[in-house]
């Protein structure tokens, strides 16, 4: 059973994983002493200018929602003009889907009777 593990590539192994930890110890030390800050510090405090307010939000907003939708269905079911102009309106999805019905129903079949 003698040499069935080999014990130096083991111990190279091992001690290259503690010098890459103690390189990201000295490298983190190291940059604390440049930034200024004592190697005890528990916390990072970012200077006032480098902070961003959160977003504001609101504590109730199930009216502004209910308002919201209730002008989105208000347009979906409203017929208006967007460029008179041009001819262009807006029209109740049930109309659109009752005159695109009628054109479908209007419209010729094909010559083997099956669409």
């Known amino acids: 059973m003698q040499g069935d593990v080999s014990v130096r590539p083991l111990l190279w192994g091992g001690l290259a994983i503690a010098a890459t930890v103690l390189a990201v110890i000295g490298g983190v030390f190291l940059l604390l002493h440049l930034w200024g800050m004592p190697p005890d510090t528990s916390r990072v405090r970012l200077p006032y200018d480098l902070l961003r307010p959160g977003p504001l939000l609101q504590s109730a907003p199930q009216p502004d929602l209910a308002g919201y939708r209730a002008d989105q269905q208000r347009q979906l079911d409203s017929a208006a003009w967007l460029d008179a102009q041009r001819g262009i309106a807006r029209i109740p999805i049930a109309d659109a889907m009752a005159m695109l019905a009628a054109s479908a ?11």
């Not at 129903?105 to 669409?115: D, I, T």
């Open 105 to 115: 129903a209007s419209a010729p079949q094909p010559a083997g009777g099956k669409p």
